[in-house]
C-alpha cells in the first residue's frame, strides 16, 4: 500500500506539468485532493485525527510504543503522507501556475491544493520571493479578462491567508506590492489586530485604483477600472476572522468597514459617470485609441465603429446583420 501511493503520486504529478491537456491536469489534481483529504500534508501524519488512522496503522504503532524497531519503522512509514514530494518548490510553483489557469475547475483544484500547504509557501520564503509573487498577482488582477482577474483574486488570497493572516507579515498591494516580515522578538499581533491590517491594505488597494480611474478614465478602464480590486477584496473578506476581534479592536474593524463601504461609494460614482455618457459619446472622444484591426472580434463591427468615431458620430450595431465572435 505505502509503495502504491507513492508511486500513484509520483504518476500524478508527471501528469499535472504546465500544457498537460484539461482532463489529463484536472483529473490529476483532483486525485491529489483526495490524497490529501486521506493522509494530510504533515510528515508523520501529524494533521491527521486519531480516529481517522487505519488499523493496520493503530497496530504497528501499539507493537512500535511497546518496543518493536520493525513496528516503529512500519508504523512511520504508514504515517508518512505521500504528498510530501508536492510540498517541494518545482511542485508549488506548478500549483501556482495550474491556480490562475483559464479552465475554472483547475483553478479550484489547484487553490484547494494549496490552501492546505504550511505557510510560507516552498519557494517564497522571503519577503522579497512574496513580492514578485505579488506583483504577478497585481498584474492579473488589472486585466480586462475575466478569468484572468477572477484567478488572480484567489491567488491574493491565497497570498494574504498564508502570509499575511497566518504568519502575520504585513503584505500590500498598493500603492507598489510589499511584503514585511515582523520584527525579530516582537510580540505577535492579535488575530483581531492582524485582520484589521488586511483588511486596511485592501481598502488602500481600492482607493489606488479609484484615484487612478478620476485622474485618467481610459488608462484606468484598460486596467479594469477597480473591477479586481473588488473582486480580491471579496475574497479576501472569506479569509477574515471577524468573531476573533476584541472589543478595541472591534472599533477599529468597523472602522475599515465603513471605510471599505466608502471606496464601495466612489468606485461606484466612477463609473457611473461613464456608463451614463450617451451613446457613442466614448467612442467619439477617442477615436484616436481604436484600431479597427483588433476591434470587433472578427466581425466587421471594428470597422464600421471605427469609421462611425472618425466621423464623430455614433455607431449602432442593429443597423448591421453581423454577430459578434
Known sequence: CEKWTKWLVRALLASAYPGAPYERKFTALDLLNAVVETWGV??????????????????????????????ELAARALEASPYLPCLREDCTTSLLGAAVDSWDKL???????????????????????????????????????????????????LLFRKYALDLGWDVKLAPVPSATTPAEGATRASAGATATRVLDNMCDLIENECELAEKDMMTACRQSLAHGALLATRYVLAEIPFVAASVEESAEMKACLARLLSLLERVTGVALSSISTPSGALIAAESREINPDTLGGGSDQGAAAAAAAAAGGAYDDDDDDVSGD
Open 107 to 157: 483553478r479550484a483544484s489547484a487553490f484547494s491544493l494549496l490552501q492546505r500547504h504550511p505557510a510560507p509557501l516552498a519557494g517564497a520564503e522571503t519577503p522579497t520571493a512574496l513580492e514578485s509573487r505579488l506583483r504577478w498577482a497585481l498584474k492579473l488582477l488589472r486585466s480586462p479578462r475575466a478569468r484572468e482577474s477572477d484567478a488572480a483574486a484567489q491567488l491574493t488570497r
Open 42 to 71: 504533515a510528515e508523520g501524519g501529524e494533521d491527521r485525527a486519531q480516529h481517522e488512522r487505519s488499523e493496520s496503522t493503530k497496530r504497528a504503532m501499539e507493537k512500535a510504543a511497546a518496543g518493536d524497531p520493525a513496528a
